[in-house]
């Protein structure tokens, strides 16, 4: 159990953020907590979450399962449906914010989750603001806005200088997802 749990941010439109997460998890994880891992805005396969659900002593949740387009390919109806997916997991976060069993909530995406109208800011800083002292919440996104950065203990930025993307590379098993 941590005396005391910290707010991160980690932003930008660099590719790398959900890297960092994995990483503060397994090092978690090595170091016997008790992590739960929220994914918002993903639900398509990639290997650093079959590796988890190997390793075991993790929960691993997805609040993104009625369609495996991206948020600006859907139609209204499936952006409904992704909502109220996105609201379950932020009612889950909010009982994981207060539970004795719980030392690290990674919470990747939920930042594009305010960006694209799915929760409201407000709800997800109140969540924050009234968690249990000792649990760590790391957050990712793009964008954080002003509000959040204020009641976060630590902000990294991840930026893009250059990616293999932009040359027609499409994602890569193993190194991309």
Not at 3 to 13: A, L, R, T
Not at 44 to 55: A, H, M, Q
Not at 63 to 82: A, H, I
Not at 100 to 107: A, K, R, S, T
Request: proline letters at 1%; glycine letters at 8%; charged letters at 30%.
């Amino acid at each position: 159990m941590l005396q005391k749990g910290y707010i991160h941010i980690y932003k930008g439109e660099g590719k790398g953020k959900t890297s960092i997460l994995n990483g503060m998890v397994i090092r978690a994880l090595g170091n016997n907590l008790r992590v739960y891992y929220l994914r918002f805005l993903k639900n398509r396969p990639s290997g650093e979450i079959d590796f988890l659900n190997k390793v075991g002593e993790i929960t691993i949740k997805s609040f993104y399962n009625s369609s495996t387009k991206f948020f600006w390919e859907m139609d209204e109806q499936e952006k409904e449906l992704l909502k109220d997916e996105t609201n379950q997991g932020l009612q889950y976060l909010k009982e994981l914010s207060q539970s004795d069993n719980v030392d690290l909530i990674v919470v990747d995406e939920i930042l594009g989750c305010i960006q694209n109208n799915l929760i409201k800011e407000q709800e997800l800083i109140s969540i924050l603001k009234n968690k249990k002292p000792n649990i760590e919440i790391a957050l990712s996104g793009r964008y954080a806005s002003f509000a959040l950065e204020q009641i976060a203990d630590l902000i990294s930025e991840v930026s893009a200088k250059k990616h293999y993307f932009e040359d027609g590379q499409s994602a890569r098993k193993g190194i991309d997802y």
